[in-house]
């Protein structure tokens, strides 16, 4: 199979949901990380979605819709769910709910769990994508399963050259880390992995605590290989060895520096960037500045920890 790559635009965009309403999966670039989207009430084009990546087939894939509405029509949303969906929809925020009966929707999707993982995204080439498909799209990170995951389009090429039809190219992503996912359940509000939202932001905006994800299979697609590069990862590094690819941050300057002067978001946008040029480089192994832990600092150490197992 050739890999078509189209600037973001109209023809783009035609071409895509033209891949789409015929089956097929293709790349395309959300505010979070480029998504590799089917029509999610098309099993076999949801198959194809795994087939593509090489992913375990129990991992349930997020939805992406346009808006609430189209959400609503899904899931149930109790009073947390409305809310968070209020302040942070189109986001970089993925809402776990009680899936609806009778939605169209491919089991393969949901793994067969009674819950639904949707999102409405923030980004123009998506929602064009959603627009003109007119279906909901089941869409993971757009890189093979276990690599890391892509924020430019020549990531998603990387894994992904010739094994789907068409990439998108719309520059790289704005928030460089996959969306927060919260679990709003029989009643209770629940953090199945951190992200650009952090989770105290979400207990302040719902006024109420939120739990970790609890043990067992709810969030399968945190495994902890998920994020690995290639080659071996030295978290925390004060100083640096011989024959590191070195990733800095703030005063700490490296091979790539994530953000010079500290801030957490320019961190975040750069991260996967860094471990991909890492990972190409000659060097045998990586090694990172500690980040702080406040904030989306969370988020970027849970995917460096992951990334060093
Ligand atoms: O930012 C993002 O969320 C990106 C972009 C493309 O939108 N998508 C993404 O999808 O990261 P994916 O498939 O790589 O991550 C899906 C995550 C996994 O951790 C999976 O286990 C969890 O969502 N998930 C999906 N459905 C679930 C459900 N019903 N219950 C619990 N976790 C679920
Ligand atoms: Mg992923």
Redesign the pocket.
Known sequence: MTTRTFPYGSAGIAAAAAVIADGGCVA?P????????ADATDSRAVAGIYAAKG?PSF??????VPDRVAAEALAVFDDHATRLADACWPG?L?L?LP?REHTGIASL???G?????L?V?AHDA?QALLAACGKPL?????NASGSI?PTRAGHVLRSLDGRIPLVIDGGPTA?G???T?I?CVGGAVRQ??P?PIAREDVAGLLGVPVGGAGAG??????LAS?YAPGKPLRLNATGWRAGEWRIGFGAVTGDATLSASGDLSEAAAALFDALHRADRSDARSIAVAPVPEDGLGAAINDRLRRAAV
């Open positions: 395309v959300t505010e979070t990380v480029y998504g590799l989207a992913r991992n349930p894939l997020i939805v992406h970089p993925t776990v899936l999707v949901t793994a769990l009674p819950t639904i993982a999102r995204p998506m089941a869409a993971p990170s757009a995951s928030r880390l996959e969306s996912i679990a199945l992995r992200g299979i709810e969030a399968p697609g945190q998920h």
